[in-house]
């Protein structure tokens, strides 16, 4: 086998998407990663057996713990996140379960924000409750609330931003601080920014948490989720998860892995390209209200402009005349998913009343400030000329058939 010798916090985000974890042949100098199906793993002896049951010699036991398809994947987001370790799961979900559970018990405390992602927000209203543990959601964007809450004691400080699906941004550095005065461990869902627009750990974040679904994977054929971070925390999360079973399939981590190799690229091309769309947008007279983090008039665009190396792909925007408008709107557009997911090469949009936020009910929305004629668009990686075309066209065939929205 060829050793290499790669100080990997001195390469670039571009090489390392492509390189990292990938640089052993596991299988006979195959140069791309196996796809390792095998459930179990043999050994010479008993004797073998026995070591790498105690971690002395490396190897794998059983598929729900390890995988080397599985580790290669890890490996490869771990060194984009500059983290010590990585653990991965079945999809972004588990892997936020996964956090909460091996983190708090009964009688903990975690302070959270209102627009955490449907899922993460069940958790902490419907599931955490019957377990007695309290969660305090506070207005994303209200930092003064954010600080005094977890200056009364927690144990989880849960973060994500940009949010979803009104991209809101939040003061990681800020409330890392907070956070470690109180004794809690930070936790950021790290989904909408990728490793290569923001990295929390180096913010002081404790976790990064993604679904691997969205961008890692970029082609919306795999789920998949992951934790970074400390050896020690991610050690625990890893034992919770082989026990729970919420173990990340090989056929997805490889197509998770695949993705990635591509991810510096893509991103390039969803920041550039969602920044457009945004602006043009934002100068439509059928649009009320643009929401994107790279616009100069977002309320938290300061923010973001310290912690984010570029805005991300995804953006969302509130057309005059509330649901009716999006209902004619959305099946004008002809390069578009109508679908659920985000940050594929394709261009996805979708109402959050059917996609991100379908859990909750018209009053728990409009709680969360998310307006019923919101379209979140996850750009794709298509030429933008012909995306900013496409809505155009969308646009001007509800300035006809729809007046009096204007
Ligand atoms: C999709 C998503 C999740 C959940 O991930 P799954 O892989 O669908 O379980 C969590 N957080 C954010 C921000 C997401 O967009």
Redesign the pocket.
Known sequence: MRERNIAWDQIRPGTQTVWAGETSYLLQGATQVPVVHSVSFGYRDIDEWHRVALGEEQGHIYGRNTNPTVEAFEEKVRTLEGAEAATAFS??????SGILFTLLSPGDRVVSIKD??G??NKIFLEFLPRFQIESVLCDTEDHEALEAEISKGCQVVYL?TP??PTLKVVDIERLARAAHRAGAVVVV?N??ATPLNQRPLALGADLV?H????FLGGHADA???VVCGSEELVRAIYHYREINGATLDPMAAYLILRGMKTLHLRIRQQNESALAIAQYLASHPMVETVYYPGLPDHPSHDVARKQMKGYGGVLSFALKGGVDTVRAFLPQLQHVHLAA???SVETVAGPPRTT?HVECTEEERKAMGIPEGLVRYSTGIEDLEDLLADLKQGLDVLKKRMPAAL
């Open positions: 999809t972004g979900m588990a892997a936020i955490t992602y899922g993460t994500e949010t979803n869902d989904t909408f948490v679904s691997a679904t969205k789920l998949g989720g997911n985000l940050g991100s």
